[in-house]
């Protein structure tokens, strides 16, 4: 049974640091890329950040670029998403998924529907 289980979401005040991980049971972790998505009330899922199979090759949405970095540890199945200088606009569910298709090195797409995998969420709320 595939799981994805995110974790470290809470209430932080803008300028702040959170770090969101995401521990994975079920499958070959390394045969997958991982992204972090993310979703606020109304809108629609939008991409945060991916990962190569790898670990070595990252790819981040503009508005989160140099304020997210984002790692995977393949010997613990695990990928961290450390966020820096939180902005209330960050206020959103945060989502981990394991994409499908995606070589060695190959940076898994933006877009949901090429991710086979999802995890529940974790919210993570910015207070102005």
């Known amino acids: 049974q595939v799981q994805l289980v995110e974790s470290g979401g809470g209430l932080v005040q803008a300028g702040g640091s959170l770090r969101l991980s995401c521990a994975v049971s079920g499958v070959p972790f390394n045969s997958y890329g991982t992204g972090w998505f993310r979703q606020a009330p109304g809108k629609e899922r939008e991409f945060v950040a991916a990962?190569?199979?790898?670990?070595?090759?990252?790819y981040y949405a503009d508005s989160v670029k140099g304020r997210f970095t984002l790692s995977r540890d393949n010997a613990k199945n695990t990928v961290n998403l450390q966020m820096n200088s939180l902005k209330p606009e960050d206020t959103a569910v945060y989502y981990c998924?394991?994409?499908?298709?995606?070589?060695?090195?190959?940076?898994?797409?933006?877009?949901?529907?090429?991710?086979?995998?999802w995890g529940q969420g974790t919210q993570v709320t910015v207070s102005s």
């Open positions: 990962v190569s199979r790898s670990g070595s090759r990252t």
């Open positions: 998924a394991q994409s499908i298709g995606t070589s060695w090195n190959e940076i898994p797409a933006a877009r949901p529907n090429q991710y086979a995998y």
